[in-house]
């Protein structure tokens, strides 16, 4: 249950590059002039982006973290996300997640769970399966999620949040998000954060997900703003600037 991915998965490219704020808004100008368009999620709100909130599980040795400093090919993590600033009354559910990681390519799954589900999940310190009606590959994924949790005793430490705007390509698999104003703190939860600090201020983090290949432009934005792959882990860095602020178990 804790081996890598392999072929037959339904894995995808992920490449990660790391701009300064005028760069992602001229890059974002000409993903619009070259067909992409904002996401459906995205248009209805009034800036064309909407937060991100994550809850990142980790051992008491900080495993992932560390195989992620450590450069291991394969990784994995585990969260709980929303899209809303913060879990209150107006949360109607949770995602809970799995991602893991084989050099660039990516294997995500993802459940969603109730609140009440989730709050369940979270006081029994994530050691048992929540409770409701599922489809065997959601039981499959929750399964995965629990026996990581057992295995390493892992739990909630670390809060991260960042608003998100994602743009598609008509008929293609290409989907390119820019995120910004990240920011963490940590927590055990995800109610309103006490204190979050800022994660690379000024900077925005460019992703850009694909199935198999990418449109021949794509090299073109490489070479007209000379974009350089970089290895940012939202939950690496945000980790890290956590133990500045407060210490981490080691």
């Not at 939202?234 to 956590?242: C, H, L």
Request: charged content about 30%; overall charge positive; proline content about 6%.
């Amino acid at each position: 249950m804790g081996k890598a991915f392999d072929e037959s998965d339904p894995f995808r490219f992920e490449f990660k590059y790391q701009l300064d704020r005028s760069d992602a808004l001229a890059v974002e100008h000409d993903l619009k002039r070259l067909g992409m368009i904002l996401d459906p999620n995205a248009r209805s709100a009034p800036t064309g982006d909407y937060p991100v909130t994550s809850l990142y599980f980790d051992s008491p040795i900080l495993s992932d973290f560390y195989d992620k400093l450590g450069g291991f090919l394969d990784r994995k993590k585990i969260r709980a996300r929303i899209y809303s600033d913060y879990l209150d009354d107006r949360t109607d559910n949770v995602w809970l997640e799995i991602k893991k990681k084989h050099n660039a390519c990516i294997l995500k799954h993802r459940v969603k769970l109730s609140k009440g589900q989730w709050q369940k999940f979270l006081n029994r310190g994530g050691m048992n399966l929540p409770e409701g009606q599922f489809s065997e590959a959601e039981t499959g994924t929750l399964k995965e999620i629990v026996w990581h949790v057992q295995r390493d005793l892992a739990r909630p430490l670390v809060f991260v949040r960042y608003r998100r705007r994602p743009y598609i390509l008509r008929n293609h698999t290409m989907r390119v998000t820019f995120d910004s104003f990240l920011e963490t703190c940590p927590s055990g939860d995800l109610s309103r954060p006490a204190s979050p600090v800022p994660v690379e201020k000024g900077a925005v983090i460019m992703e850009l997900k694909f199935d198999s290949t990418l449109p021949s432009w794509f090299n073109f934005l490489v070479r007209k703003y000379g974009l350089v792959r970089d290895e940012f882990s939202k939950y690496a860095r945000s980790a890290q600037v956590v133990n500045r602020y407060d210490p981490l178990p080691r």
